[in-house]
């Protein structure tokens, strides 16, 4: 089953705009992790921020964490043609012995 | 190239035929875990090992698929008797417990399944 949910499903900007994603999820957790996977290729790691956190930040990136909300947002700064892809989140939940659950994804499409 | 590694990329195979998929984890991550993504939809837990041992299978694995860690370093999935609902994207993706990022997953580029 998947437990996370992002939001928007997709979201279309202009190169140069900030692209703000959410996600939500509904147990207790260890940690949210953040992927970006282009068309038909494989996930590639972005961010990790741990449950203890509410902050983090990576380059372009910025990455908030709610727990309170169960929730998450990304934030990609400065877009970029190149960030074109589909975003997931997925929750390490507690008890779960380190799955990870996946949300469906976001599709970002950056317009040059 | 110390990534997570996955061979085939791809594989085309009719219907009834069994087919195995191999994954080689990042060297020193103890742990290995296998998902399953479909067109549209997250990727889907299937199974995990520590080192050799197979700890969890989710239902979604039935009898006709098994995984294997023999050494605790690359891994094996075979699909038996393949359907046309098994075509997916097979992903592999391997973490450490210890250090700051505990369980941070580093996914291997898939093997896309074609079932005809």
């Known amino acids: 089953s998947q437990q996370g949910e992002e939001d928007p499903q997709a979201l279309s900007i202009q190169e140069g705009e900030n692209a703000t994603m959410n996600c939500s999820y509904k147990?207790?957790?260890?940690?949210l992790q953040w992927y970006r996977q282009n068309s038909g290729r494989g996930l590639v790691h972005l961010i990790l921020i741990r449950s203890n956190e509410r902050e983090k930040h990576s380059g372009r990136l910025r990455v908030t964490l709610d727990t309170s909300k169960k929730s998450s947002s990304l934030l990609i700064t400065a877009s970029r043609a190149a960030d074109t892809a589909s975003y997931f989140c997925?929750?390490?939940?507690?008890?779960?012995?380190?799955?990870?659950?996946f949300g469906k994804g976001i599709t970002l499409s950056v317009r040059p | 190239d110390t990534g997570v590694s996955q061979d085939p990329r791809h594989k085309i195979t009719k219907r009834g035929q069994n087919v195995t998929f191999r994954c080689d984890p990042i060297s020193e991550h103890n742990r290995l875990y296998w998902y399953r993504q479909t067109l549209g939809q997250g990727p889907e837990f299937l199974t995990y090992?520590?080192?050799?041992?197979?700890?969890?299978k989710s239902r979604l694995l039935s009898d006709r698929f098994s995984a294997e860690r023999p050494k605790g370093s690359f891994s094996t999935l075979e699909i038996q008797r393949t359907e046309q609902g098994d075509s997916a994207m097979y992903l592999c993706?391997?973490?450490?417990?210890?250090?700051?990022?505990?369980?941070?997953?580093?996914f291997g580029p898939g093997t896309r399944l074609t079932v005809l």
């Open positions: 090992f520590q080192n050799e041992a197979q700890l969890e």
């Open positions: 997925a929750t390490d939940n507690t008890g779960a012995n380190s799955k990870l659950t």
């Open positions: 993706a391997s973490s450490s417990l210890r250090g700051r990022n505990y369980n941070e997953q580093f």
């Open positions: 147990t207790s957790i260890n940690n």
